[in-house]
């Protein structure tokens, strides 16, 4: 449940116009939705206008659903109460800013980084879980709309809230961060992604960096020391990594291929035994970040390894999925250098007859792309696959350099799709990794249902 926010106070938070019958300005909501199928009896529900469709086109639905008011930009006739404002989008920011303010004392952990948002968020939240009322971002809900949902939906009872803070461009994160005023800052890493508006890893770093414009008093940031360019930040409270020169790394680390993953946790002169229920070896960099984050808030150390082994995997990352005739590492929810190397990584791992990968476009990745996706082959070819299928105009560019393993391209998933039976084996692992534009879930399903 969430706590008290009256439609008066929401109002005053995005400075729109309260349009209502005596006595109703006290009324509360019970969520926050911008999808009219969400609603429910006392909803707010945010009319947004987007690319595909206009929310203010089902504003009577809403009401019918139970809304307990709308914020809308057009002075509406369809009922009452509502919230003129001019811009809808603007609205839910300030109001989900405002909502954040009513838990001054709560700890809010911030993540950020190029790779590995998603599944640290999940470690953090997993670890926080044993000892605290946790609330976390749901799947990917890490932009500009997605995280002010978030905020809006911490229960009242939230003791840590653990939010995924994602972005495309310059200003974006300071605009989070003032929704989101983080105590801590996880920073992942720094990788070649969105370049289109960022240009190179510097930029990235810089845009990245931004969570630290509105971070709360007194706050602490935790940082990848492996990642040469986060190593240059200064005031950090923790550094994680595979390397000893961290304050968190790891030791003895054995990947069985078969979601289990073991090594030994390294921190303050001590040593523990860890276990993680995952693929790749990227997600011992990840409980690294979570048992710091752990350690700052006062978390035993038992507790913190309890919570790696209740780790669950979530979405389309490094998902292994066991079909009739092959297995599938569904890693296709986004991509780019950094994480292509990594779940080749993951692929390589895996006891089989054949590896394939099946990779496709890697998108924003600016002018250097197909220098990008080249230089990205050159990993591939000295891997350790066998078979390498390359999926859309960009990712033909990664088998130019290969000249050593099987392979084969295609400029459609529909292209792809119709001859992909004649390319995988029984008994293949295989890897599906592209961006997230490209749909190989697609690929997925079809696995699926052999």
């Given at each position: 449940m969430m706590k008290e926010y009256t439609l008066r106070e929401i109002a005053?938070?995005?400075?729109?116009?309260?349009?209502?019958?005596?006595?109703?300005?006290?009324?509360?909501?019970?969520?926050?939705?911008?999808?009219?199928?969400?609603?429910?009896?006392?909803?707010?529900?945010?009319?947004?206008?987007?690319?595909?469709?206009?929310?203010?086109?089902?504003?009577?639905?809403?009401?019918?659903?139970?809304?307990?008011?709308?914020?809308?930009?057009?002075?509406?006739?369809?009922?009452?109460?509502?919230?003129?404002?001019?811009?809808?989008?603007?609205?839910?920011?300030?109001?989900?800013?405002?909502?954040?303010?009513?838990?001054?004392?709560?700890?809010?952990?911030?993540?950020?980084?190029?790779?590995g948002k998603t599944s640290t968020k999940e470690m953090i939240a997993s670890v926080l879980s044993e000892k605290y009322i946790v609330h976390k971002t749901q799947g990917n809900f890490n932009n500009e709309l997605g995280v002010p949902l978030t905020l809006l939906a911490m229960p009242e009872d939230t003791e840590v809230a653990v939010v995924e803070m994602g972005i495309s461009g310059f200003g974006e994160m300071t605009r989070l961060s003032k929704m989101v005023r983080p105590t801590v800052c996880v920073l992942t890493n720094i990788g070649n992604c969105h370049l289109e508006n960022l240009k190179d890893r510097d930029g990235v770093l810089k845009a990245k960096t931004e969570i630290f414009n509105y971070k709360a008093e007194d706050s602490e940031i935790i940082v990848n020391g492996d990642d040469d360019k986060l190593a240059t930040i200064e005031d950090v409270y923790y550094h994680f990594g595979l390397s000893d020169k961290n304050d968190f790394f790891a030791e003895n680390i054995k990947n069985s291929g078969e979601n289990k993953i073991t090594f030994t946790l390294c921190h303050d002169g001590k040593k523990y035994p860890a276990s993680i229920d995952a693929l790749g070896n990227y997600m011992v960099t990840n409980a690294l970040a979570a048992a710091a984050v752990g350690t700052l808030l006062n978390m035993d150390m038992d507790l913190i390894l309890k919570g790696f082994k209740?780790?669950?995997?979530?979405?389309?990352?490094?998902?292994?999925?066991?079909?009739?005739?092959?297995?599938?590492?569904?890693?296709?929810?986004?991509?780019?250098?950094?994480?292509?190397?990594?779940?080749?990584?993951?692929?390589?791992?895996?006891?089989?007859?054949?590896?394939?990968?099946?990779?496709?476009?890697?998108?924003?990745?600016?002018?250097?792309?197909?220098?990008?996706?080249?230089?990205?082959?050159?990993?591939?070819?000295?891997?350790?696959?066998?078979?390498?299928?390359?999926?859309?105009?960009?990712?033909?560019?990664?088998?130019?350099?290969?000249?050593?393993?099987?392979?084969?391209?295609?400029?459609t998933v529909e292209s792809a799709l119709d001859d992909i039976d004649t390319v995988i084996h029984k008994d293949d692992v295989i890897l599906v990794k592209a961006s997230h534009s490209m749909h190989f879930e697609d690929i997925v399903h079809f696995f699926e249902q052999m």
């Open positions: 005053q938070a995005c400075g729109g116009k309260l349009v209502c019958k005596d006595g109703e300005g006290q009324n509360t909501i019970s969520n926050v939705v911008i999808d009219s199928r969400k609603v429910t009896r006392g909803s707010l529900f945010v009319a947004i206008k987007g690319e595909r469709t206009d929310g203010h086109n089902y504003i009577v639905k809403a009401y019918d659903s139970g809304a307990a008011c709308v914020i809308t930009e057009h002075p509406s006739d369809y009922g009452e109460p509502y919230i003129l404002v001019e811009s809808s989008t603007q609205a839910i920011k300030d109001i989900g800013e405002a909502y954040r303010k009513k838990f001054p004392n709560i700890e809010v952990v911030g993540i950020t980084g190029s790779v209740n780790y669950v995997p979530v979405g389309s990352r490094s998902r292994l999925v066991q079909t009739n005739l092959v297995r599938v590492i569904d890693d296709c929810y986004n991509a780019n250098p950094n994480s292509v190397r990594a779940a080749v990584d993951t692929l390589v791992n895996i006891h089989a007859k054949r590896r394939v990968a099946i990779i496709g476009d890697m998108k924003e990745l600016g002018e250097n792309e197909i220098a990008l996706h080249k230089e990205v082959g050159e990993y591939i070819k000295n891997s350790g696959i066998d078979v390498l299928v390359t999926v859309g105009t960009l990712a033909k560019y990664i088998a130019e350099p290969i000249d050593n393993i099987e392979k084969y391209n295609y400029d």
